[in-house]
């Protein structure tokens, strides 16, 4: 089953047509102070709409109706002081690091770890991501109009200088409303 037939599969199960709507690539994300260092919990997209571009790209912690995302990706990274994403800043974080997906108080992803260190090409100045791959697995389906949360622990965190913030990203097959007309 590829990620649209998941994504119509699981719809229809909630009693949503979106077989009309346009398929597209799709990435959330949202940055939160790093509040110092030993054991760490942060809830991004919680009151995200408190927050504004370019701290996050969204206004509000679910998506409108007739759109959604299917994620396959779950990442992390450092934001320094000047808002850029810089290199190496996640090295420090060494302790463990897992996410717990939350979609509609669900937690429907539990103590995934966040440890594999890759290159972004996407980011700038070569910033080193945690990410976790769900695409060759499964992918798991936020739909329209119900609340996601992103809980991440970091176990002995240590707070370096280069890392004002961390940012999290979940990245996948999205879906927009397609009307097939023009305005």
Known sequence: MNQQQKILYASQQLGLNLAGMQGTTRNVYDTLPLPGTGDVTLEFFKNVGQRAF??????DNKFQAGSGLLVEAIALYGVGAEGIPQAGTLQPIA???RAELIIANQTVLKDIPLTEVVGQSNMSKGALSRVFYLAPLIGILIPPQLEFTLRVHIQDAQNDALI??????LYGTGILTNLKTSL
Request: no cysteine.
């Open 54 to 59: 370019p701290d996050t790209n969204v206004s």
């Open 164 to 169: 004002g913030r961390i940012g999290a990203y």
């Open 95 to 97: 302790g463990n690091t």
